[in-house]
């Protein structure tokens, strides 16, 4: 009888052993994210475009004062140092949003350098441009009428949109920094319009432990 009773007793131990080892790990956002949560805000930068306002319906105004683009600036919980190598945060925010532009032509500029030129710092790593070049393209549409995403890609007709890779193409990313910015073309001919911005950001980009937080910006373009 106390043989009975004993193996009894062994079979529920092992028994519950067995369930303990076999519960799965739920990792929280305390593990990836520094003060317990991963937290996401983004806006427009209004120290540039101080016309910009938002809204008590949480919309974003976006005047067009001339400027072919506006900026959106972010800030980020920290990661924690599990997850950030030689100081660089494994990080990263996608951009996306529902608005597109065929365009007839459109100019930008680039700056011009001297090899001989001056420098921003001693470490002579941040040239001063000289001047500004002005490049234009034109009769775009007329070429293929190639769609432009505000965000900065376009829809080819070698993108495949049943392929995985190129699915990482239909968005524009800002990798590695606490504060990512994304600039967003602007054009008069968008007065009057209405837009959405998605943006996904992943804390840890890379293996372990991902946490993914999703944001939206609503656009009124004055």
């Not at 519960?23 to 805000?41: A, F, G, L, Q, R």
């Not at 980020?76 to 925010?93: A, C, D, F, R």
């Not at 470490?123 to 995403?149: C, H, M, R, V």
């Amino acid at each position: 009888m106390k043989y009975l009773v004993l193996v009894s007793v062994m079979v529920i131990f092992f028994a519950c052993k067995k369930q303990t080892l076999e519960t799965p790990y739920i990792p929280t956002e305390s593990s990836v994210c520094v003060n317990t949560k991963c937290n996401i805000d983004f806006g427009i930068d209004t120290s540039v475009w101080k016309q910009s306002k938002l809204d008590t319906r949480g919309y974003w105004h976006v005047k067009y004062v001339g400027f072919n683009y506006f900026t959106i600036i972010g800030k980020l919980s920290k990661l924690t140092s599990k997850y950030v190598i030689n100081g660089i945060p494994l990080i990263e925010t996608q951009f996306d949003s529902d608005y597109w532009i065929l365009f007839d032509s459109i100019s930008w500029k680039i700056p011009q350098y001297s090899r001989f030129g001056l420098y921003a710092d001693r470490n002579f790593t941040n040239p001063i441009p000289y001047k500004d070049t002005i490049i234009t393209l034109q009769g775009l549409s007329k070429a293929g009428k190639i769609p432009t995403n505000i965000v900065g890609y376009q829809l080819t007709s070698n993108l495949n949109l049943n392929s995985p890779t190129s699915q990482a193409q239909l968005r524009t990313y800002s990798k590695y920094t606490y504060t990512p910015k994304m600039n967003v073309l602007l054009s008069r001919f968008m007065k009057g319009d209405t837009a959405n911005i998605y943006i996904n950001t992943i804390f840890n980009n890379d293996v372990g432990t991902s946490v993914k937080k999703e944001y939206g910006l609503k656009i009124i373009f004055e």
